[in-house]
């Protein structure tokens, strides 16, 4: 795969929910533009390791009505095992119109997607990845009346071809999604996925995984909010596969930081330096685990037009 390629694509032209808008001190807000894009840089350290990321570009543009192109370009270095990557997502799609059943309003739309991620790995630590899956993608969202700001429920259906260094093969996945705003500052998101997958060291194996992220920001005045973030991650592999599974935990405060330089442009920041972070992973033939202060920071630029 060629990157200068995917670098050219995005020099021409976050998953947001059929919509073009921009969160703010962890507030989402719509805005008429149409497009929106973002860099930024990223530092995680991790039990004393190293961890470096650049978003070249993250963003979305509504090409023409009900036709949208997403992207996420990133750079990733790990200075613990010597290891330098590109992961990055592709996605054009179409919105259909809002459908009412069951006294709900349902939002669809149907695409490409694809993701490219690379990384190349230093001789003592393993073998090289490289992994292209390209996929048709079917997503479904509608807003509920839960907590005191509102929740919305989603269902994302991907049918996949995948391109590895190892074995070429395919995938599939039923994922569910959603969010619930509680009220005075608290939400929570989380992604429950199901994938089938008969590629690489795969041979017909089921992946269980669940994302979750829980926190509580209070907003200190216009352009800084206090944050306190909880993330949970968590695989399970079944049958035919050397992997078993995973679990990551990580909680910490932080300070966010946003300043409007235009209605268009802003600039933002997240400092996080007393966190708590907990790794534990298990294959068939080894497992490790560990734990220690988590600190991050974040810092870019933000444009809508």
Not at 12 to 28: A, D, K, Q, V, W
Request: include cysteine.
């Amino acid at each position: 795969m060629d990157i200068k390629k995917f670098l050219c694509v995005f020099l021409l032209t976050h998953l947001s929910s059929f919509s073009i808008g921009r969160e703010i001190l962890n507030f989402y807000s719509d805005e008429p533009e149409k497009n929106i894009y973002q860099n930024y840089g990223e530092l995680e350290n991790k039990a004393g390791k190293e961890y470096y990321k650049w978003k070249l570009g993250t963003g979305s543009s509504e090409l023409i009505e009900n036709l949208t192109f997403d992207y996420d370009i990133e750079r990733k270095i790990d200075k613990a095992y010597h290891t330098k990557g590109w992961e990055n997502t592709f996605s054009l799609y179409k919105t259909f119109s809002q459908k009412e059943y069951l006294g709900k309003v349902w939002y669809t739309d149907f695409g490409s997607y694809i993701k490219y991620n690379v990384s190349d790995i230093g001789s003592d630590f393993g073998e090289n990845i490289k992994e292209t899956k390209y996929s048709l993608r079917y997503r479904i969202r509608t807003n509920f009346d839960m907590g005191l700001g509102g929740a919305y429920l989603g269902l994302d259906l991907f049918a996949s071809s995948i391109d590895t260094n190892i074995r070429d093969g395919y995938s599939s996945e039923i994922n569910f999604t959603g969010s619930v705003n509680l009220g005075y500052g608290f939400q929570n998101f989380f992604t429950i996925y199901n994938e089938y997958l008969d590629y690489a060291n795969n041979n017909g194996t089921y992946l269980f995984r669940i994302e979750n992220n829980f926190r509580w920001t209070y907003d200190l005045n216009e352009n800084f909010a206090f944050l306190i973030n909880s993330e949970i991650d968590s695989y399970n592999y079944f049958k035919n596969t050397d992997q078993d599974k995973s679990f990551k935990f990580n909680v910490g405060p932080y300070i966010l930081y946003s300043q409007n330089i235009t209605r268009e442009f802003r600039v933002f920041g997240q400092i996080g330096i007393l966190g708590y972070n907990y790794e534990k992973i298990k294959t068939k033939e080894s497992k490790n685990s560990e734990s220690g202060l988590y600190l991050k920071i974040k810092c870019g630029f933000e444009y809508i037009f």
